[in-house]
């Protein structure tokens, strides 16, 4: 497709549950970044990936969230014994390298843990 | 501790008048402002940006104007049309040192354009 997309779209599970949550970025755009935003906030960063490897994962909140990139292209957030507190939009980004300048989101996959 | 701050949640214009937008924030590091537009059910779009060495950004109908010394920036929507309406999100970051990808957002101004 043209833009960056993600799926699920919408993703309801219980809570302590594991979840995970793709972004597919746009072609041959080698940097990924994953946000999150919660209820009545701005997007927060979670991680920025150059190629395969995680170059920055700051903001990633605790050991329960983990991201990976195996072949530079689609990422997956995987998030183990999911807290009610986790339930946000995921959102993804991509650009064409680390010129950082995030022109392009995907839609977000919402999150509900119940 | 809120480092970029929207303090309008929402805000009305008419058709074809001007929106003013505004947008605070408080870290001095911060080198780098990006205005985004977003619908429900979409991810954001990205708008505007303007380096701190600038004061004024003009791009077709939108123009985003920042003073350092407040620490303080606007986008003027001129004019406003209905498709305008969105939630609009201020956001920052430390150019300087690579990494302009971890940007602090606030917490969004509503706007709505009636026709």
């Known amino acids: 497709g043209a833009g960056v997309s993600q799926t699920p779209s919408n993703k309801v599970t219980e809570k302590g549950k594991y979840v995970e949550l793709r972004c597919d970025p746009i072609?041959?755009?080698?940097?990924l970044y994953w946000y999150r935003q919660s209820l009545g906030q701005g997007p927060e960063f979670l991680i920025y990936f150059q190629g395969t490897g995680a170059a920055d994962d700051s903001g990633l909140p605790n050991d329960r969230f983990f991201a990976v990139r195996p072949e530079g292209s689609v990422s997956t957030l995987k998030i183990q014994r999911t807290e009610r507190g986790d339930s946000a939009v995921y959102l993804c980004?991509?650009?064409?390298?680390?010129?950082?300048?995030?022109?392009?989101f995907g839609p977000g996959t919402r999150l509900t843990v119940l | 501790d809120q480092q970029v701050k929207q303090n309008s949640p929402s805000l009305s214009v008419q058709e074809g008048r001007i929106s003013i937008l505004n947008c605070d924030y408080t870290?001095?590091?911060?080198?780098?402002f990006l205005w985004y537009k977003k619908y429900p059910a979409e991810g954001p779009t990205f708008l505007i940006s303007i380096s701190s060495i600038k004061d004024k950004n003009e791009d077709g109908r939108f123009t985003v104007f920042l003073n350092k010394s407040a620490k303080h920036l606007s986008l003027h929507i001129v004019p406003s049309q209905p498709g305008d309406s969105a939630v609009y999100f201020c956001?920052?970051?430390?150019?300087?040192?690579?990494?302009?990808?971890?940007?602090?957002f606030g917490k969004g101004t509503l706007l709505t354009v009636n026709p």
């Open positions: 980004a991509s650009s064409l390298g680390r010129e950082g300048l995030l022109k392009f």
């Open positions: 956001a920052a970051s430390k150019d300087s040192g690579g990494s302009n990808y971890k940007l602090t």
């Open positions: 072609s041959g755009h080698t940097a």
């Open positions: 870290n001095s590091m911060f080198d780098y």
